[in-house]
């Protein structure tokens, strides 16, 4: 096993799975094996073509798909929603799928399938391109499947890449454009064509229920893996902007940009107006219907946005008018075709573009809103996240918040102070004793008295006293104050003898209250003057 890493099946239709499915249940086994979401299941009258239509959990396929086993026209999705089948709803996709109408093909019309078969592999193989998980004959036609991992809505852009790589390899042999949809039904294996009275029946099954991962598939299918494309996309991030209009945020495609400004905006409307929506209705679906014609097939885009309008109150003739001008952009986008903008004019798409600030502004969002957005943010929400992001990244690096590890450093600046002023010790003793540097020690104990005093959490009177009135590194008991004659009058200089041995270190003079006499070993009262 190379490129092709596999996945097991969920739970659920687990025991439904068939390496080559011949009932309604074990194809929806082996199409959506359990996965969350509801799928559409439809019907065609054969006689008046009149359509229906139902949504169905999927959990609730082995019960409901039993019914219809040899009936006729019978089609289910391929993909799951999370209610209506559309691409505004869309859940999850798990399957890649081209169907083959080679009856449209002269050199291929009155084949059996099995034959077709053998062609498109060969086709497949040529191309480099993976044999399909499933081969279904649907009747007139063939089904080419690749089972793939679920993947959400927002990479529906590769997908649709995907897609259609798949389908211009085989084009030739009568590939369906149309099919290229995400939310297209396909004929259930064991029911039947009614044009033609022949069964859907499974050519080709899976290996076991066994599927692809969609990042290995996508990597078979396309010309760039994921890892190239991040790198391409880093280097034209380096370009000026300039140079065209609209660029997206680095990481971002302009598809994936609309898929996730149309996440939000439908989120928007599910907090402010759960019960149906009033105001804001033309500006939401003119901004909803411009995400869909970045990440939707230009075929379906009509379809998808009057579904969309209709479930927000406009009819059907209102949606075709007021959003025209969407329709015909996307179609000219479609053609290749350009307009100029800017000045000197550049060639650019045509399809609309908004910067955040203006779906922002439209909207009306506010800060709460925004908030639950994804990527329609203002540039200091995004800064307020990043921050949250950098800060769960230090703290999962195993760095500590900055109140952890200054309330220790506090104490040991604490303890300095106490040893230094309550008991008088050196700042090579304060040194030993703390097991902190030198040099360290003589910065906390050079702060100012009005800092020192803030560190210590229970302050006690400091003595007031000098040289005479008793020794200050001797451990004798320091008098309470100095004797009243020596108030008034300036400390005498300690002799050369006297301060070796008071203070072997030397560094009396860097005493943190220490005042402009210099032979003071221990506050004056002139500094007791002054602080008073």
């Not at 760039?224 to 209009?245: C, G, N, V």
């Not at 179609?331 to 910067?355: C, F, L």
Request: some cysteine; hydrophobic content about 40%.
């Amino acid at each position: 096993m190379t490129a092709r890493d596999m996945l097991t099946p969920h739970e659920g239709l687990v025991h439904e799975l068939n390496p080559l499915p011949s009932t309604p249940v074990q194809h929806a086994a082996a199409v959506h094996r359990a996965l969350p979401g509801r799928v559409a299941l439809a019907r065609k009258d054969g006689d008046s073509g009149a359509w229906r239509e139902t949504s169905v959990p999927v959990a609730y396929l082995p019960d409901v798909l039993p019914a219809v086993a040899g009936e006729s026209n019978v089609y289910l999705s391929i993909q799951r929603f999370y209610g209506r089948r559309g691409i505004a709803s869309l859940a999850s996709c798990g399957t890649l799928a081209v169907d083959l109408d080679y009856y449209r093909m002269p050199e291929l019309r009155g084949r059996d399938p099995e034959r077709v078969l053998d062609t498109a592999m060969l086709a497949l193989e040529d191309a480099r391109v993976p044999s399909p998980s499933l081969a279904i004959a649907s009747g007139r036609g063939l089904y080419l499947k690749w089972l793939h991992s679920p993947v959400p809505r927002r990479a529906l852009p590769r997908w649709n890449l995907c897609q259609r790589a798949l389908y211009d390899v085989l084009k030739p042999l009568g590939a369906d454009p149309s099919a290229r949809d995400a939310a297209r039904v396909l004929r259930l294996v064991g029911t039947l064509h009614a044009g033609t009275g022949a069964t859907v029946r499974a050519l080709q099954g899976t290996d076991s229920g066994e599927v692809w991962t969609f990042d290995a598939l996508a990597d078979e299918l396309l010309p760039f893996t994921r890892d190239e494309i991040h790198e391409k996309q880093a280097a034209s991030a380096t370009r000026k902007a300039s140079k065209s209009r609209g660029t997206p945020p680095r990481g971002f495609t302009r598809a994936t940009l609309w898929e996730g400004r149309l996440t939000d905006v439908q989120r928007l409307r599910e907090l402010r107006w759960p019960g149906g929506m009033e105001d804001f209705r033309d500006r939401w679906l003119f901004i909803a219907g411009v995400a869909m014609s970045w990440i939707c097939e230009p075929a379906f885009l009509q379809r998808e946005l009057i579904a969309l309008a209709g479930e927000v109150g406009w009819r059907e003739s209102k949606a075709r008018s007021d959003m025209g001008a969407i329709f015909r952009r996307a179609h000219a986008a479609a053609r290749g075709e350009r307009v100029e903008w800017g000045d000197p004019g550049i060639q650019v798409d045509p399809r609309y573009t908004m910067k955040n600030s203006t779906l922002m502004d439209w909207l009306e969002i506010t800060p709460g809103e925004e908030r639950e957005m994804t990527v329609i943010m203002s540039a200091d929400e995004a800064l307020r996240r990043k921050r949250e992001r950098d800060e769960a990244g230090r703290r999962a690096a195993g760095a500590v918040k900055r109140e952890k590890y200054l309330k220790p450093a506090a104490a040991r600046r604490e303890w300095v102070v106490k040893l230094r002023h309550d008991e008088g010790m050196s700042l090579r003793r304060i040194a030993a004793t703390t097991g902190i540097s030198l040099s360290q020690v003589q910065r906390i104990s050079s702060l100012s008295a009005k800092k020192t005093a803030q560190l210590l959490t229970t302050e006690k009177p400091i003595p007031i006293t000098c040289p005479m009135s008793a020794p200050l590194y001797s451990g004798e008991t320091i008098p309470k104050g100095p004797p009243k004659a020596l108030e008034a009058a300036p400390p005498p200089a300690l002799s050369p003898a006297r301060d070796a041995a008071e203070d072997p270190a030397g560094d009396w003079r860097s005493h943190p209250l220490a005042c402009s006499c210099v032979s003071c070993v221990s506050p004056c009262p002139r500094y007791a003057q002054r602080r008073r």
